[in-house]
């Protein structure tokens, strides 16, 4: 069935550096790729999203690189710090309502 | 305007009692979803509403688990004759069909079955 794998589990950065987080996606159908950010006792909160028909997307120091030959994207954040903290989720979409869920990533940045 | 709104935040209940949780959408989105995320895990799909129409209720564990959404608003996930395994933090997402149909996620419920 559908699959979403996400990579690493958990991430630890020095405070200043770039933190990557590596999914990749299973059905070549999916054509939106939204990246979720939860903090502490918080619901996710949308913090970036890529539809299939460009290649990379930024929004300040949140990058998000879509390479669909290959079936996987990536969030790159430059310049951590430590309010960046948190367990980020990367999902893929056909379209429709269904997301299918990475199982996470914990983020540390290290003050 | 308010985000979506879940309660209780926290509920504690023993083993073989049924709950409630509810779930408040965004004020104008159709849609609603519930997740279940067990700890360290990731968010698992239970149940999805859209306007009328009928539920997908593919992702229900087992029959102990139901869903209503009154009025197309308010929505309320009941489980019955809990059980330790059902410990989890339940999630509410609604939006809206335009678009992308971007969820927008409560804060949970966590729960706890003693």
């Known amino acids: 069935g559908e699959n979403v794998e996400q990579h690493p589990s958990t991430l630890s950065v020095q405070e200043g550096d770039s933190a990557v987080i590596k999914c990749t996606y299973s059905?070549?159908?999916?054509?939106?790729f939204p990246w979720y950010k939860q903090e502490l006792g918080k619901g996710p909160q949308l913090i970036i999203d890529?539809?299939?028909?460009?290649g990379e997307k930024k929004d300040q120091r949140i990058a998000v690189t879509l390479n669909k030959t290959a079936k996987h994207f990536s969030l790159h954040i430059t310049e951590t710090q430590p309010e960046d903290s948190a367990v980020y989720f990367c999902?893929?979409?056909?379209?429709?309502?269904?997301?299918?869920f990475g199982t996470g990533t914990r983020l540390k940045v290290l003050a | 305007g308010a985000g979506v709104s879940q309660s209780p935040s926290n509920k504690v209940t023993e083993k073989g009692k049924d709950v409630e949780l509810r779930c408040d959408p965004i004020?104008?989105?159709?849609?609603l979803y519930w997740y279940r995320q067990s700890l360290g895990q990731g968010l698992e799909f239970l149940i999805y509403?859209?306007?009328?129409?009928?539920?997908?209720k593919s992702g229900l564990p087992s029959d102990r688990f139901s869903a209503e959404r009154t009025g197309g608003s308010v929505s309320t996930l009941t489980i019955q004759r809990t059980q330790q395994e059902d410990s989890a933090v339940y999630l509410c997402?609604?939006?809206?069909?335009?678009?992308?149909?971007?969820?927008?996620f409560g804060a949970g419920t966590r729960l706890s079955v003693l």
């Open positions: 997402a609604s939006s809206s069909r335009q678009g992308m149909n971007i969820q927008y």
């Open positions: 059905d070549s159908a999916s054509n939106y």
């Open positions: 890529i539809r299939s028909n460009v």
């Open positions: 999902a893929a979409s056909t379209g429709t309502y269904k997301y299918i």
């Open positions: 004020s104008g989105h159709t849609a």
């Open positions: 509403f859209q306007g009328n129409s009928a539920p997908d």
